[in-house]
């Protein structure tokens, strides 16, 4: 009897049979008491041959570990059976893909470990079935992304670690979720709510990374980051660079720039469409014909200084199946907008009014039809000015908005015609005008006038070749040079300077283009690497040559420097003549005082001189 009842009590104490079955095989199993005095056990598998999680786990398991093993994916429910379960970890194993189902019966479990695996996706909406679950460390997996969505299922989390992953952004939404806990109370000594780890991710550095960065700025005592120091990987730029150095801009959807919305132009004209935007990050622009056909031009973009993204769109010499509406786009990851222009090509104006008369005459023989052409291109628009402006004495008060009409002068008429409009200009004539500094976006104009007084105020009218509507800059008093901002690159323009009021003239305009300076100047610096290079190629050698000599010199000289004083000490000979009676003696040479005193053997030179009537041949000899 009794030991029936020593069986029975030992039956209570381990529960039922399954409660206390035998532990899986190339497993661990151990039992523990809490601190509370509960009982827990702990089932540790290692095997590196396993590959799929055992089946016959012990259902009063509170903590599984299965660690290092070759388990690749966990089945749907596969913990199920195990609903004291509080401690889930599945550590550095082959994991790549997660069941939605594999927490299901799991009310218990509060923490859930999978570092070192190769998980690409993770089943977010998987954690319902854990709404105890605090703890979630997915450290060291292949994540390259989180849905928005996961933000509805991490709200219950104390510890979040995404830290060595593949992530570039995380969404707006699971930001949002975070900066509430920014708000809320916080106690002194308390545990801290949030415990993140972001840091050893390729994070993007745009302006979609903005409140993520701004998140991190002003995070509060309830968060807490395992590394608060992240830094960027993209792009080249701001590779390493820490998000507390950064100056992001939010993102912002396109916005077109207001422009014209409707274009004349004559037929054969050059027509140049601009099209401008914002936006963050930098729209993509495009034009496009309504009616469906295919552009006739060439396309431009460029981004001005204030961040603005310009396309322009040429047409060169437009024709009528040119007319139509042109549609311009500009898009970003947040949108796009689209502004539509018209084109209307028009016939070329003719003036027939100056048809009968002598100027027009004159333009149509020899020389004067090259200046009617050059008057055609080059200074075709110019302010109407009424003919009692130009010959009052006083300045003329400007306007506030001056019409440019279409005008026709003439540029090199004959002297009896020039003469009537020369006289007032010719006291304030505007002479070699030229250009000095040129880029793709400006030019630098100067010229002369001697006759003017430094309160003379000059205006510059410039234009597109071809083009009909010139603009106009107001050049200070006394001033001869302007630089005008604003031009297109790689276009042609033309140019003009006159007299504030009066009318310009042939000399006084330019034609100019925004890439003949500099592609000038661009080769002549060629030309001047060139000279350089050959230059130093050929005297180089010469140099080495002339300074070896000159050493090989100096090395000989002091070799010889002990023979030259020994040979000083007899006669040079220059030549042996014959005397009148057949005897040889000296002729052309004779040793002058100083050489005498110098010569170490003066004495017996000039015994030898002064006895050369009796000399024998062999004496001359050295």
């Not at 959807?253 to 914002?278: F, M, N, Q, Y």
């Not at 003469?419 to 500094?437: F, I, T």
């Amino acid at each position: 009897m009794r030991v029936a009842l020593g069986m029975l009590w030992l039956l209570a104490l381990r529960g039922p049979p399954q409660a206390w079955s035998s532990c899986p095989s190339h497993c661990s199993c151990s039992l523990h008491i809490l601190g509370d005095g509960n009982k827990a056990r702990t089932v540790v598998c290692n095997d590196p041959d396993m590959t799929l999680p055992p089946a016959s786990v012990p259902l009063d398991t509170s903590r599984l570990r299965l660690e290092r093993t070759a388990i690749r994916r966990v089945p749907g429910e596969a913990f199920r059976p195990l609903g004291r379960l509080e401690q889930l970890w599945l550590p550095y194993n082959a994991l790549s893909e997660l069941s939605a189902l594999m927490l299901r019966g799991l009310r218990r479990l509060r923490e859930l470990r999978l570092p070192g695996n190769r998980l690409a996706a993770f089943p977010w909406a998987a954690l319902r079935d854990a709404p105890e679950l605090r703890l979630l460390d997915l450290q060291a997996n292949r994540l390259s992304a989180v849905p928005s969505e996961a933000a509805r299922f991490l709200g219950n989390l104390t510890f979040l670690d995404l830290s060595s992953n593949q992530l570039m952004r995380l969404p707006q939404e699971l930001l949002a979720t975070w900066s509430h806990m920014q708000t809320g109370s916080f106690l002194p000594g308390h545990r801290t709510r949030l415990v993140l780890g972001l840091q050893d991710n390729p994070w993007v550095c745009d302006c979609q990374l903005y409140d993520l960065a701004h998140f991190l700025e002003g995070w509060a005592p309830n968060l807490a980051f395992i590394e608060a120091r992240l830094r960027c990987a993209s792009p080249r730029s701001l590779a390493g660079v820490a998000f507390s150095q950064l100056e992001l801009r939010k993102c912002q959807s396109p916005e077109l720039r207001p422009g014209v919305t409707s274009i004349r132009s004559p037929l054969g004209s050059k027509v140049l469409l601009r099209c401008g935007a914002s936006g963050v990050p930098g729209p993509e622009m495009s034009w496009r014909r309504a009616d469906g056909y295919s552009l006739n031009g060439t396309v431009h973009q460029e981004v001005s200084s204030d961040g603005t993204s310009w396309i322009l769109l040429g047409l060169l010499a437009v024709s009528h199946l040119d007319s139509g509406d042109y549609i311009c786009q500009a898009k970003n990851f947040l949108g796009a907008s689209e502004t539509l222009i018209s084109l209307v090509v028009t016939e070329p104006q003719t003036s027939t009014e100056h048809s009968g008369s002598p100027e027009a005459l004159w333009a149509r023989t020899g020389e004067g039809s090259k200046a009617a052409a050059y008057n055609k291109l080059v200074a075709r628009h110019v302010p109407y000015i009424p003919e009692s402006a130009i010959l009052a004495t006083g300045p003329s008060v400007p306007k506030v908005k001056e019409e440019l009409t279409l005008q026709h002068f003439q540029m090199s008429a004959p002297a009896e015609h020039l003469n009537e409009q020369a006289e007032p200009q010719e006291a304030q004539m505007v002479r070699s005008l030229k250009v000095l500094g040129d880029t793709y976006q400006s030019v630098t104009l100067a010229w002369k006038a001697p006759q003017t007084g430094n309160t003379t105020v000059f205006s510059v009218l410039y234009a597109v070749f071809g083009q009909h509507d010139m603009q106009r800059v107001v050049v200070q008093p006394g001033k001869t040079r302007v630089t005008i901002h604003g031009l297109v690159p790689k276009t042609k323009y033309v140019a003009c300077i006159c007299v504030r009021g009066l009318v310009p003239r042939k000399e006084q305009c330019i034609i100019f283009s925004t890439n003949e300076v500099v592609d000038a100047e661009a080769t002549q610096q060629l030309i001047n690497v060139v000279v350089i290079s050959v230059a130093t190629v050929i005297a180089l050698p010469l140099t080495l040559l002339i300074c070896c000599g000159a050493l090989q010199r100096r090395c000989r000289k002091c070799h010889t420097a002990g023979s030259t004083e020994s040979a000083g000490a007899y006669v040079n000979l220059d030549r042996l003549g014959h005397s009148v009676n057949g005897s040889e003696e000296l002729s052309q040479h004779s040793l002058s005082e100083a050489d005498r005193l110098l010569s170490g053997r003066s004495s017996l030179d000039s015994q030898l001189l002064g006895t050369r009537g009796c000399r024998r041949i062999n004496e001359y000899f050295c």
